[in-house]
């Protein structure tokens, strides 16, 4: 006869007392495991929408990223870079820089490691008079073609470079004289062929003569140098674009300036940063009140977890203590035939223990049975794989049996002093 | 049979305090209880039969005097040891019979296992037991389908399971009819025969005829 038979036939013989021990575990259990669910798939949730947004965010960037993109390239140049020294209510009012800076600047520039701004194109401007032509005013705009950036994979240029002996020619120009591609005409006293002609443009590109940069500054004599370096800004990550630009550009050439231009991409550029803003505002705002709501859930937990514990102990307690009244005779019997008060109390902190096991079994199992119908309701669809760790599974068994046998330490603590005299006395 | 008494009280008293005063339970009874005693202990009730038996039994502490089982003082020992020390040389039966009621015959009887440290293998004895109380056919019956007659017989196969030199039994009779009685009371006079002492407390006049000494107990003492 083992301790075990005793206990397990005791357990047989008064079913409803162990059941209702069961259930008392069973119950606390699943509110334990359905509250860590809750808190897990809030969490979940919120992690998932945060998500969500984030990406929504990203995807909107992007797209207007690439519509900016898009107007930048559209609209052309954007960005101006001058000698520092140059007078910018004259650039504003003649549109381009008298003052020169040496053409490596644009070389620099593409070796260095700047990120604000792509497509370099160095520029050497100046207004005067085309004498073999009427004296008609021209813009000439000697360019080298764009420098490129030695760090990034080349791109398809904005402008195409003039060869030596070319001229590209403003509708005004080839207009009003009567040239078209092909035809020889002399420039300066040097003769050029007409390489392209440019349709109307309603701009001062009409009255604009592009040729060679080099042939340029031989014609004007400034050999070496420019007066501009026109380049695309990138989308920055900042409002700040312009700051951001020129902190970059004032380490590499600290003798420049820059201007920008173009309001329409910049308006997009603004408006792109602005809804980047405001969807990090959105963000922040609904994970404050995630983050809000999952902690009103923690602190609702934090009262719930104790008190389904404690009632489930107390409910335990008061079980064994009926159990301990009503084998009070059976105590004596055990006591007189000399079985040890240490026995007696291990039979009921067992007992109990086993209720925490099976308890626990049952709340698990339960809970894992139901789940499937309460997911789309309060664990907001998630997958029960997702929400319930090993430990989640493992820890109540080990926990439930030590908290019942706890529950039962006293009511096993007065059946192992009993007084076999007083339950058995026939006087 | 040796010439030492099993059962040794030497100015044994109880004194129970209580709210109306003390009240001296047992009052100096001295009493011996040797190898084949078959002692009936009778009285008025509440003169203190069942406190002398509880104490007899190891299982009530004397306000004062001595006693020895089998040359043992059971109340100079650790409580533990009393208990081991209970299971192993006294042997109890109840008027109540006080089987456990989930266990079944066999296991009432081989209840006695859970006293013993060593893992002494008592199935020998209890077979031995069931086959000489007529038991065998009810090994797997709880008590609630034996008998009256048939309860008390697995109550004293309990007590006697692990061979004690001691049987206390309180009104054994009490509950059974006389057909019963006879085979308990025989099982008793066997048992004295065999070498052990018996201490029965009884109203039952056929019981106090079956024993080979009669002590009558009024308020506490032996008259």
């Known amino acids: ?427 | 049979m040796t010439d030492s008494p099993i059962f040794q009280a030497e100015n044994l008293s109880k004194i129970f305090s209580t709210s109306e005063g003390d009240v001296r339970a047992v009052d100096d009874i001295s009493l011996s209880l040797s190898a084949g005693d078959f002692v009936a202990v009778h009285g008025p009730s509440g003169c203190g039969k069942s406190t002398l038996l509880l104490m007899a039994g190891g299982l009530l502490s004397p306000s004062s005097g001595s006693l020895a089982i089998d040359g043992a003082a059971p109340y100079e020992m650790a409580q533990a040891e009393r208990a081991a020390f209970r299971g192993a040389h006294i042997g109890f039966v109840f008027q109540q019979f006080h089987l456990i009621p989930y266990l079944d015959v066999i296991d009432n009887i081989l209840v006695n296992e859970l006293a013993s440290e060593s893992r002494e293998d008592l199935a020998g004895r209890a077979e031995e037991l069931l086959e000489k109380f007529q038991l065998s056919h009810r090994r797997h019956h709880t008590p609630s389908r034996l008998s009256v007659g048939e309860q008390q017989r697995v109550a004293l196969a309990r007590a006697l399971i692990r061979t004690p030199k001691l049987l206390l039994a309180d009104e054994p009779t009490g509950n059974l009819d006389s057909e019963n009685s006879e085979i308990i009371l025989k099982h008793f006079e066997e048992f004295a025969g065999a070498g052990g002492a018996v201490m029965m407390v009884t109203h039952d006049d056929r019981a106090k005829a079956a024993a080979s000494r009669s002590l009558e107990l009024a308020s506490g003492r032996l008259v």
Request: charge should be negative; include cysteine; glycine fraction near 8%.
């Open chain 1, 1 to 427: 006869m083992k301790l075990s038979r005793l206990v397990s036939r005791e357990i047989a013989h008064r079913k409803i007392n162990f059941l209702l021990s069961v259930g008392g575990v069973a119950l606390a259990v699943a509110c334990v495991i359905v509250m860590t669910c809750l808190l897990g798939a809030h969490q979940r949730h919120t992690e998932e929408i945060l998500e969500g947004m984030r990406a929504e965010t990203e995807a909107d960037m992007k797209r207007l990223e690439d519509e900016i993109r898009k107007s930048m390239k559209g609209l052309g140049f954007n960005i101006y870079i001058f000698p520092k020294d140059q007078e910018m209510a004259e650039v504003y009012a003649e549109g381009f820089a008298s003052k020169t800076m040496p053409e490596e600047y644009a070389t620099q520039l593409a070796a260095s490691e700047i990120v604000t701004v792509n497509h370099l194109l160095p520029s050497l401007t100046k207004k005067l008079k085309w004498e073999e032509q009427n004296d008609r005013t021209v813009i000439a705009i000697g360019i080298r073609g764009e420098v490129p950036i030695a760090h990034r994979d080349p791109k398809s240029p904005l402008i195409d470079p003039v060869e030596k002996g070319q001229i590209v020619l403003g509708y005004e120009l080839h207009h009003g004289v009567g040239l078209k591609p092909g035809d020889k005409t002399v420039f300066m006293g040097r003769e050029f062929e007409v390489a392209k002609c440019h349709e109307e443009r309603g701009s001062k590109d009409d009255i604009t003569l592009w040729l060679n940069l080099d042939e340029a500054q031989e014609l004007l004599n400034e050999p070496g140098r420019i007066n501009a370096i026109q380049a695309l800004e990138c989308n920055c990550a900042t409002i700040d674009r312009l700051g951001e630009i020129r902190a970059e550009l004032m380490k590499i050439l600290p003798d420049t300036q820059i201007i920008e231009t173009q309001s329409t991409a910049l308006a997009r550029a603004e408006a792109r940063n602005l809804a980047q803003a405001t969807a990090a505002k959105k963000m922040e705002d609904t994970k404050r009140e995630l983050v809000s709501l999952g902690q009103e859930r923690k602190r609702f937990a934090g009262i719930v977890l104790p008190l389904a514990t404690v009632a489930a102990m107390i409910w335990i307690g008061l079980l064994s203590l009926m159990n301990v009244r009503e084998r009070v005779t059976e105590i004596g019997v055990l006591r007189a035939v000399g079985v040890k008060s240490s026995k007696i109390f291990t039979v009921f902190l067992s007992r109990a223990a086993l209720a925490g096991i099976a308890g626990a079994g049952l709340g698990l199992i339960g809970f894992a049975l139901i789940f499937p119908l309460l997911s789309e309701g309060i664990f907001q669809s998630q997958a029960l794989g997702d929400l319930v760790e090993l430990s989640h599974w493992t820890t109540p068994v080990i926990i439930a049996p030590l908290l019942a046998a706890a529950a039962a330490w006293l009511p096993a603590l007065v059946a192992a002093q009993k007084d076999p005299a007083d339950v058995l006395r026939n006087d």
